[in-house]
Each structure stands twice: as C-alpha cells, then as structure tokens.
C-alpha cells in the first residue's frame, strides 16, 4: 500500500505539483481580494468542471500559511504510478519540528522567530509566524493599536479571521 507524506516546505509542494501538471487554483466564489478563500491544486483534465480560478504560487502560499495549513500528499499509487492525491489539512505541532516551510526562492519564510512579544513586534515579525500571513499579522497590530495592550494570544480571538486553532497555534509562538 502507497503511503501518504506530510509537508509544509513551499519547494517541496511546488515542485511536487508542477512535476505532475498541478498549478495552484483557488475554488471560485470562496474569496475575495484580500483572501482567495478555498485552496486547491489544479490539474489538467481534473477541473472540476470549472470551478477553479488560477493563482500566482507566491498568493497561494501566503493562503497556505495564513490558514495554517499541510499538504498531505503521495508520490507514487500502490502500482507504482505516479500519484496525483493530495489534500490540504490543518497543520500540527508535528509539521512545526519537521519541516519548516520555505517560500519558493529558498528564504525560510516562517518559523524564523521562536516565539516573540505580540505587544511589540512588527508586521514582518508577526508574519515569520507559523500561522500568520501578511493580511493577518497587519490585522494584529492594526488590533493592538486599536485596544491597547494585547493580554493573551486568547485576546486574538476577538480579531476577523482568527480561529481556535489559530490562537493555539499563536500561543506556541508567544512570550509570555
């Protein structure tokens, strides 16, 4: 039985994807400007009948670490083929000691910071995190100046767009 891998390396998913044809998509309708909303990989013949819309790799991935996500995948099927099956999933603790993702030019991108003050640090700290894109890490501090000095990472709860796992993933990362 073909085994599935786990990885939340930028090269490793590009590299996985373009190697069978896949091309990052979003499903239409899900997003907006600021978030393309449901990720996918695209590939050919396997469209879903048109309901994927096509991205740049650099806005999937700021998606994927916005949501926290892995990519589960499998190289090759129980015959030995080459296998197209994938699925993006919550990533865990497990992800986080792993592999530590890098953007598609070789720069590690996130969990550059091991853990940091989240009443002081800037946009650009705030977006080493895993978890945290440039949307969300600017939601942060646009928060903090808004209602002061920022307790726990449960605080972040009360911003758009945060979730439970989000913030126990933020707790990790925090001092404090």
């Known amino acids: 039985m073909a085994s599935a891998q786990r990885t939340t390396d930028h090269a490793t998913i590009q590299e996985w994807a373009t190697a069978r044809g896949g091309k990052p998509a979003h499903v239409k309708r899900t997003g907006d400007d600021r978030d393309p909303g449901v990720l996918r990989i695209d590939f050919p013949g396997y469209s879903g009948g048109g309901s994927l819309e096509p991205l740049d790799w650099?806005?999937?991935?700021?998606?994927?670490?916005?949501?926290?996500?892995?990519?589960?995948?499998?190289?090759?099927?129980?015959?030995?083929?080459?296998?197209?099956?994938?699925?993006?999933?919550?990533?865990?603790?497990e992800d986080e000691a792993h592999d530590a993702p890098k953007h598609r030019s070789g720069e590690r991108r996130k969990g550059r910071t091991r853990t940091i003050d989240i009443n002081s640090a800037s946009e650009e700290e705030l977006d080493a995190l895993w978890g945290v894109g440039p949307t969300t890490a600017k939601k942060i501090v646009e928060f903090r100046k808004r209602e002061g000095r920022i307790g726990s990472a449960d605080d972040l709860a009360r911003i758009d767009g945060i979730d439970g796992a989000t913030v126990a993933n933020l707790r990790r990362q925090l001092q404090g």
């Open 58 to 93: 650099d806005r999937w991935f700021d998606a994927f670490e916005a949501n926290g996500l892995a990519l589960l995948y499998q190289d090759k099927t129980a015959s030995g083929e080459q296998s197209r099956f994938s699925k993006l999933v919550r990533r865990s603790p």
